[in-house]
């Protein structure tokens, strides 16, 4: 998985991609958790939702919001990132002009995040969520919804409580058309210690749903369990 530099709007944005095999293959975007709290693109979710794209055929980016890592450029509280996230996808559209739609993922901020990235990109066609903040961030520009997609989080998370987390998926199921697939793993902590099986699982569960029932690498497939499991 070869290091890779985007010319961001702060500076260059360090990423790691994986090209797809298939042709036209469609796109995944990952964004990982709060940069100031030790968040980085190699976070062990943001590495396991990199790798259950990749196992289902995307082409997947995963990258350092400015200011972590080898990205140029200061936290900017959730507006630079988001102009990040849209550059980091502008540089995977261009490599993949025919790619015929896009999925985010995010993790904690990354969630939050990648949920407004949806609200400006139509070609997002689906979204993963795992513990998006709503206990600390305003989720209201969902406003409506344009896409459907997975929340999950841990029933044991004590930095996202799930109670606020329930009233965003409730006021997303009232929005006409769009279908909310809210999961709550069981014995689960906000970094899904020893339950990172468990969120795997559900994302592929999900996408068999979502993507009508489209074919998983068994190698691939293979390779990330043993990898979880190490």
Not at 124 to 137: D, E, K, L
Request: with cysteine.
């Amino acid at each position: 998985m070869p290091e890779i530099i985007i010319n961001g709007p702060a500076g260059r944005l360090e990423g790691r991609y994986t090209h797809s095999k298939m042709t036209n293959a469609p796109l995944a975007l990952v964004l990982h958790p709060h940069p100031e709290h030790g968040g980085t693109m190699n976070n062990k979710i943001s590495y396991a939702m990199h790798q259950t794209f990749v196992a289902r055929g995307f082409s997947t980016l995963r990258f350092n919001f400015r200011g972590v890592g080898k990205s140029q450029g200061t936290h900017d509280k959730g507006e630079g990132e988001l102009s990040d996230a849209a550059a980091a996808l502008d540089w995977m559209q261009a490599l993949n002009p025919n790619a015929p739609y896009v999925w985010v993922g995010g993790f904690a901020f990354g969630a939050w995040v990648g949920m407004q990235l949806l609200m400006r990109r139509p070609e997002i066609r689906g979204f993963i969520s795992v513990a998006p903040p709503a206990n600390v961030y305003d989720f209201s520009f969902l406003a409506p919804c344009p896409t459907s997609g997975l929340i999950i989080h841990g029933a044991g998370d004590d930095m996202v409580t799930p109670q606020p987390v329930q009233k965003l998926v409730e006021k997303l199921r009232t929005q006409k058309g769009i279908k909310i697939d809210h999961r709550m793993v069981d014995g689960a902590n906000h970094f899904f210690k020893n339950r990172m099986g468990d969120l795997v699982e559900a994302m592929h569960d999900h996408m068999n749903v979502a993507q009508a029932g489209r074919t998983v690498d068994p190698e691939k497939m293979a390779e990330l369990l043993l990898a979880e499991a190490a």
